[in-house]
Antibody, heavy 118, light 111 residues
């Protein structure tokens, strides 16, 4: 069964850190780009970051550049998002997403909620 | 990177056809045939409905179709059904940041 399962979300204070994980199954994880996309409560979708299949290339939205780091472990079929210096505006559901091409997303996880609040 | 522009809401009666627009620039929608569309029901993850302007993934109803003219892409839902009531987002590759940019989202209401 093809699926993505995110974990690691929770409540964190402003300035704090959190690491999200995404476990992939049912497809050849190591062959494809992977992405993180977020959705603030009641708001639209925002692309956050992607990583190439071999980790040689990463890209970030300006809103998270320098604070977030995407990584992957192909041996574990897992994707990660290290989030540092968190701000209130980072509060959102974070989705792990996969697609045959990096510019669209065939499969989404259920998401994990990150709340940044004091 | 600015979000692509979509109407906030579109409505129609069962059986009718509706069209949702998605307007960008020559750096995204107008410059590449890399527009995709997503359906999102409340509390659920988005679902890919159309990719590369007009291609439907396996399992998506042929009532959903996509097109593009200039800097504006469109999603048409024909034979509107109650289960089509959801939020819809467009997305496009953008050369300005070599990434994806999403639209502002459209709430579809079935009257």
């Amino acid at each position: 069964q093809v699926q993505l399962v995110e974990s690691g979300g929770g409540l964190v204070k402003p300035g704090g850190s959190l690491r999200l994980s995404c476990a992939a199954s049912g497809f050849t994880f190591s062959d494809y780009y992977m992405s993180w996309i977020r959705q603030a409560p009641g708001k639209g979708l925002e692309w956050v970051s992607y990583i190439s299949s071999s980790s040689s290339y990463t890209n970030y939205a300006d809103s998270v550049k320098g604070r977030f780091t995407i990584s992957r472990d192909n041996a574990k079929n897992s994707l990660y998002l290290q989030m540092n210096s968190l701000r209130a505006e980072d509060t959102a559901v974070y989705y792990c997403a996969w697609g045959y091409s990096f510019w669209y997303f065939d499969l989404w996880g259920r998401g994990t909620l990150v709340t940044v609040s004091s | 990177q600015s979000a692509l522009t979509q109407p906030a809401s579109v409505s129609g009666s069962p059986g009718q056809s509706i069209t949702i627009s998605c307007t960008g620039t020559s750096s995204d929608v107008g410059g590449y045939n890399y527009v995709s569309w997503y359906q999102q029901h409340p509390g659920k993850a988005p679902k890919l409905m159309i990719y590369d302007v007009s291609n439907r993934p396996s399992g998506v109803s042929n009532r959903f179709s996509g097109s593009k003219s200039g800097n504006t892409a469109s999603l048409t839902i024909s034979g509107l059904q109650a289960e089509d009531e959801a939020d819809y987002y467009c997305s496009s590759y953008t050369s300005s940041s070599t990434s994806s940019v999403f639209g502002t989202g459209t709430k579809v209401t079935v009257l």
